[in-house]
């Protein structure tokens, strides 16, 4: 069974750094792009960043970019999001996603694995 769990959300002041983790289970995502969604209440799931299977290509969201880093350890098929410079309008709960689709590349990543997300509140 795959399963994707992320850990790392919490509470955090405004100018404030958090990094958030997810660790999959039950197959490998080495060949596979990853990245996270956040949803804040009230609003609609967003897509936040995402990551190449190799790690070698990137893409953010503009709201984040700049702000946030996204990496990942294909051997331990973790996937990162460090945030840096955080502001209110980034809470939200953050998932953690996995594209099924081999080697895809970042432009079309959408998720197709999900985690059950980890809260991230930033205090003005």
């Known amino acids: 069974q795959v399963q994707l769990v992320e850990s790392g959300g919490g509470l955090v002041q405004a100018g404030g750094s958090l990094r958030v983790s997810c660790a999959a289970s039950?197959?490998?995502?080495?060949?596979?792009?990853m990245g996270w969604f956040r949803q804040a209440p009230g609003k609609e799931r967003e897509f936040v960043a995402a990551?190449?299977?190799?790690?070698?290509?990137?893409r953010y969201a503009n709201s984040v970019k700049g702000r946030f880093t996204i990496s990942r350890d294909n051997a331990w098929n973790t996937v990162y999001l460090q945030m840096n410079s955080l502001k209110p309008e980034d809470t939200a709960v953050y998932y953690c996603?996995?594209?099924?689709?081999?080697?895809?590349?970042?432009?079309?990543?959408?998720?197709?694995?999900w985690g059950q997300g980890t809260q991230v509140t930033v205090s003005s």
């Open positions: 996603a996995a594209d099924v689709t081999r080697r895809a590349p970042v432009s079309i990543f959408k998720g197709d694995y």
């Open positions: 039950g197959r490998t995502f080495s060949n596979n792009a």
């Open positions: 990551i190449s299977w190799s790690g070698d290509n990137t």
